[in-house]
């Protein structure tokens, strides 16, 4: 008797097309929308997937369009999501995203923040103050904003899971100074974090990408050193010790998936590169 009851339990809960890593869950992620380009993007490939796994998605972005174009893949497959405009870099923003959440969904089980810019960064000695500070403000301040008024919803459910993208930049050596220390910030922030509140059984970790194909990096930089994309790739390509080709989106998306699951509930306060061994050559 015992056991056909298991069956049924698990048969009732496990259901066609349904995958139950995050099922019920719900997840927040900032940055759910993309650069406009030929690939996807590492926030749109992680909605897309957190859907796909069962979780409900509040799909947070400054660019409504490009936010709802996710909600549009989403809803396709049959999932769950919503889309929420702020700007990460305003804390009245990253507060009432954490309440509507909370309004729609009741509870607030994964934050995910993939937000991150590099445009007009430089080494030193030329990059002017003004760049800094908004390198500072958009990749290091806002997720700490971001992650502040979660947090506090966080610890009343006493359950949670931060991640937070970084970059490989933040430990390799880079000529890119506001980028470099901002991502070092990111590891940093969210070791603090996961200290601050393990007692509480709120879980924080932080995923460092390599080189990516993503509309982000192939775009942008192709654009600044007005090279043919493919020409880039080539580039990048050559770069990564792993078959020597770059990762995608989906490999962010898919680390995110693990870390946000209950297969990763013992692991917090750790930085875990997804980047085909670059950061492995260090030393």
């Given at each position: 008797m015992y056991f056909i009851q298991i069956f049924v339990y698990y048969a009732n809960l496990v259901k066609p097309g349904v995958s139950v890593r995050i099922h019920d869950k719900v997840a927040i992620v900032v940055g759910a929308g993309q650069t406009p380009g030929e690939t996807i993007g590492n926030g749109r490939a992680t909605a897309l997937l957190f859907a796909r796994e069962g979780a409900k998605v509040l799909l947070v972005d400054r660019d409504e369009q490009s936010a709802a174009e996710t909600q549009q893949l989403i809803t396709a497959e049959g999932g769950d999501s919503a889309v929420c405009i702020a700007d990460i870099t305003r804390e009245a923003d990253c507060r009432r995203f954490a309440g509507e959440c909370l309004k729609r969904y009741g509870r607030i089980d994964i934050l995910q923040n993939v937000v991150g810019i590099g445009t007009g960064d430089r080494g030193p000695t030329s990059l002017d103050a003004e760049t800094f500070e908004h390198?500072?403000?958009?990749?290091?301040?806002?997720?700490?904003?971001?992650?502040?008024?979660?947090?506090?919803?966080?610890?009343?459910?006493?359950s949670g899971v931060i991640t937070n993208i970084s970059s490989g930049a933040a430990v390799m050596s880079v000529p890119l100074l506001g980028y470099k220390v901002s991502k070092a910030g990111v590891n940093a922030l969210t070791h603090t974090i996961a200290m601050g509140n393990a007692e509480r059984g709120i879980r924080a970790n932080v995923v460092m990408p390599g080189l990516l194909d993503t509309p982000m990096a192939i775009e942008s930089h192709a654009a600044a050193r007005g090279v043919d994309r493919n020409q880039l790739r080539l580039e990048r390509n050559r770069a990564v010790p792993l078959n020597r080709k770059m990762g995608t989106a989906w490999d962010v998306a898919h680390a995110s998936l693990f870390l946000a699951s209950d297969e990763a509930g013992f692991i917090t306060g750790i930085v875990l590169p997804v980047d085909g061994g670059q950061s492995a050559r260090i030393g």
């Open positions: 390198l500072m403000e958009v990749n290091l301040k806002g997720m700490f904003f971001s992650c502040k008024h979660v947090i506090p919803h966080m610890r009343e459910q006493g």
